[in-house]
């Protein structure tokens, strides 16, 4: 007959605690192992599918203050946007202020003129489509370095791929831009952007069309609202040809402030009586506060 060892169920006890506590050590030092950093390429992939995601679902209406610069036309206005199209207050253009009856007689043209709406709406869905193919686009089309990163943000540097093939002439700008994105590391959007043309982009062998090495492009994009982000900066300054002929000069530096969110169902009228609301002379106001 085996005599009871009074010290055998707290050694057996003892032995599962200090197991316990190899597993919780064990367990604790995995989680304190920091995850396989992603490659430069997962990164602008996120990135990209974060972009794509807020223009599919981002149905916000706003009303901002947009500074447009292009060679023969200069305008500050107040523009608020809205499912039907966005109604624009020109308060400058050309350096002169425009009377109040002009901004007025403006809008209303826009408010009776259905075709203008609708060329208007047509224009912005294909600008999405465009955009949202280039977004596609951008892990493939480019070869991709993370140059610096900080806790907020990763820059990366972008070269043309050399094995990629362009499924559309929108997407041969890709094989000759080379830059740099910023990227929030926290929502995975893009912060900034800019690049250059390194060669010439042709179409059809350059009888359609060419676009001259050194063209520039930037923009930048801010939060202007709990995950809702917007331009705010758009620079593009391009030159070329289109059939031989035709010359391309495209040079535009938009720059966009002051944004306050608008109900989403708003109207072209509510639109128009929003801008009217805004105030004259924004610089003015902005320079005394």
């Known amino acids: 007959m085996m005599i009871p060892d009074p010290f055998r169920r707290l050694r057996l006890l003892q032995g599962v605690l200090r197991c316990g506590k190899i597993v919780t050590l064990a367990a604790l030092a995995l989680s304190l192992v920091p995850a396989p950093a992603q490659t430069a390429q ?87 489509k465009q955009i949202d193919q280039i977004l596609r686009l951008l892990p493939e089309g480019f070869i991709w370095t993370v140059t610096k990163t900080t806790p907020e943000e990763t820059t990366l540097h972008f070269v043309p791929n050399p094995s990629f093939k362009p499924p559309s002439r929108e997407a041969h700008v890709l094989t000759a831009a080379t830059g740099d994105l910023v990227a929030d590391n926290e929502q995975h959007r893009i912060r900034r952007a800019n690049g250059h043309l390194m060669h010439d982009v042709t179409f059809g ?85």
């Open 205 to 289: 062998g350059g009888l359609l069309g060419r676009i001259k090495q050194g063209g520039s492009f930037a923009i930048e994009q801010k939060p202007v609202a709990p995950s809702l982000w917007q331009l705010t900066l758009i620079r593009v300054h391009l030159d070329g040809k289109v059939l031989l002929f035709k010359s391309l000069n495209f040079q535009e530096d938009d720059e966009r402030s002051r944004f306050a969110q608008q109900p989403g169902s708003s109207t072209l009228d509510q639109a128009a009586q929003a801008v009217m609301k805004q105030p004259a002379n924004p610089q003015q106001q902005s320079a005394s506060q």
């Open 42 to 128: 997962q990164i602008i992939q996120q990135v990209a599918e974060a972009e794509r995601a807020a223009n599919r679902n981002d149905h916000s209406s706003w009303i901002f203050l947009d500074r447009s610069v292009k060679p023969k036309e200069q305008i500050l206005q107040w523009t608020a946007t809205t499912p039907q199209g966005n109604v624009q207050r020109v308060l400058v253009k050309n350096g002169s202020q425009q009377p109040e009856s002009e901004q007025q007689a403006g809008i209303q043209k826009f408010l009776g003129d259905k075709r203008a709406q609708k060329k208007q709406v047509d224009a912005k869905a294909h600008e999405l």
